[in-house]
């Protein structure tokens, strides 16, 4: 009978963090003071030529973009990670909010 299941060590989650947060520093994202789990992309400008910052979130596999065109920061992390399919969608809640 199995009690539980270990789908790796005890230091998987750590090891995957410092793996994605190399390939966002490869892609030019900038770590936040504050938090290190949100990422700086750049700077952005809408087509009502409004400038702000497009920003990452990274908790653990979850994944959330806050930008106008968030598909080009996808395409850029898919030639590094492998999304599972039917992942990548508009998001209804992240991390149960």
Do not use: T
Not at 91 to 96: A, D, E, N, R, T
């Amino acid at each position: 009978m199995i009690v539980r299941a270990l789908y790796g060590l005890k230091s998987s989650g750590a090891r995957w963090r410092d793996h994605f947060a190399a390939i966002l520093r490869e892609n030019g994202f900038k770590s936040s003071l504050a938090d290190p789990d949100v990422w700086m992309v750049r700077k952005a400008k809408k087509p009502c030529v409004f400038l702000y910052w497009e920003y990452l979130l990274a908790y653990v596999d979850d994944i959330l973009i806050l930008s106008h065109a968030p598909h080009a920061v996808i395409d850029s992390l898919s030639q590094r990670v492998i999304f599972k399919a039917g992942s990548v969608e508009v998001p209804m809640s992240y991390l149960g909010a």
